[in-house]
């Protein structure tokens, strides 16, 4: 079974509409991040958490907000989606001290018409 | 200015072939750098860490130079399966340990 899962894996949606993709893992770690990825632009961070309390803003966070519901799941949630948050997201987990390896979640493909 | 740098290539190499790609990035601030690799469609992968001494990994080589921002890899005698995108990743210490990605390397190995 997959470390770091993400659900849904494809989602089309409309503008206006609100949605919600998830993230889950198992491995135990307190650092989990979400990211999104554009072709051309790279991956961008938009919120990360080192822990069940704690939420920071990353390079991109207008738009998202996010939910640490425990440990172990990382939310994230477009309030109003609109097209030019169609993207590759992608949840990430690390361990403490400086987060050297990210662990990555196969991705949520996400289109907003 | 984005912060960390790569060329996009492509790079197209034929098999066997040495290639090198290189990264820099603005945040004096930095103090940890790796190499991701992504293959398409999928989630990025650790490469390898990148240290001061530099350091190598079988057919891998990366290297570190702070006095000129720089991050090198080498890949020798390249593998069909080596195709794939290639991501300078640093980490700084005044941007809250996140990862900062480079745009990416698309390398194509041909037979």
């Known amino acids: 079974d997959a470390d770091v899962t993400q659900t849904p894996r494809n989602r089309i949606t409309k503008t206006g509409k609100r949605i919600m993709l998830e993230c889950s893992q198992t491995k135990g770690h307190d650092r989990m991040y979400w990211y999104r990825q554009d072709p051309g632009l790279g991956l961008r961070l938009i919120y990360y958490?080192?822990?069940?309390?704690?939420?920071n803003k990353g390079e991109i966070s207008d738009g998202y907000s996010v939910s640490r519901q425990a440990q172990a799941k990382f939310s994230l949630s477009l309030e109003s989606a609109i097209p030019n948050q169609t993207a590759l997201y992608f949840c990430a987990t690390s361990e403490p001290l400086g987060g050297e390896t990210q662990y990555f979640g196969p991705g949520t493909r996400l289109l907003v018409l | 200015r984005k912060e960390v740098e790569q060329d996009p290539g492509p790079f197209n190499v034929p098999e066997g072939a040495t290639v090198a790609f290189n990264c820099t990035y603005s945040?004096?601030?930095?103090?940890?750098f790796f190499w991701y690799r992504q293959d398409c469609r999928k989630e990025p992968k650790l490469l390898m860490s990148v240290y001061s001494s530099g350091n190598e990994d079988g057919r891998f080589t990366a290297q570190l130079n702070r006095a000129s921002q720089y991050i090198s890899l080498l890949i020798r005698d390249s593998k069909l399966s080596d195709s794939a995108t290639y991501l300078c990743?640093?980490?700084?210490?005044?941007?809250?340990?996140?990862?900062?990605f480079g745009k990416g390397t698309s390398l194509l190995v041909t037979p």
């Open positions: 990743v640093v980490i700084a210490s005044n941007s809250g340990y996140a990862l900062n």
């Open positions: 958490s080192f822990d069940v309390k704690d939420i």
């Open positions: 945040n004096s601030a930095s103090q940890s």
